[in-house]
C-alpha cells in the first residue's frame, strides 16, 4: 500500500496561501495519478485537485483557480504539491495526499494529514 506523508499546513488569515507538500513513503515506480484530499470537521474526505504522471490536473469547483496541484520531477516525481491561494474560512480542514485510483478502490491508508487554519 501507498503511504505519504504531508506538510506545509497551518495558520493563515483570510485571502492568505499555503503551500502543501507530499511526499510519498516508497518510490519504486510512478504513480499515474496523486490527489490531495480535504476533510472538514463532519464532512467526509473529498478530493481536492489531482495531477496525472502526464501532468493534467482536475480540480474540485471550490478551489477551481485557486488551487494549483504539481508534482516534483525525475527522482521526485512522486512528490506532489498544493499550492493554495485566495484562501478562505470555507478551507479549514486537515488535507491529505493520496492516489484517486486506489481510493476509490477502497484504500484506506491514510496519513497524517496536515491541518489548515483560515482565520483572522
Known amino acids: 500500500q501507498a503511504s505519504f506523508v504531508e506538510s506545509g499546513g497551518g495558520l493563515v488569515q483570510p485571502g492568505g496561501s499555503l503551500r502543501l507538500s507530499c511526499e510519498s513513503q516508497?518510490?519504486?515506480?510512478?504513480?499515474?495519478?496523486m490527489g490531495w484530499y480535504r476533510q472538514t470537521t463532519g464532512k467526509e474526505r473529498v478530493l481536492v485537485a489531482s495531477?496525472?504522471?502526464?501532468?493534467?490536473?482536475?480540480?474540485a469547483d471550490f478551489v477551481e483557480g485557486r488551487f494549483t496541484i504539481s508534482r516534483g520531477a525525475g527522482p521526485f516525481e512522486n512528490t506532489c504539491y498544493l499550492q493554495m491561494n485566495d484562501l478562505g474560512p470555507e478551507d479549514t480542514g486537515v488535507y491529505y495526499c493520496?492516489?484517486?485510483?486506489?481510493?476509490?478502490?477502497?484504500?484506506?491508508?491514510w496519513g497524517q494529514g496536515t491541518r489548515v487554519t483560515v482565520s483572522s
Open positions: 516508497e518510490g519504486a515506480h510512478a504513480y499515474y495519478m
Open positions: 493520496h492516489l484517486p485510483l486506489a481510493v476509490q478502490q477502497g484504500d484506506e491508508n
Open positions: 495531477v496525472t504522471s502526464g501532468g493534467t490536473t482536475k480540480y
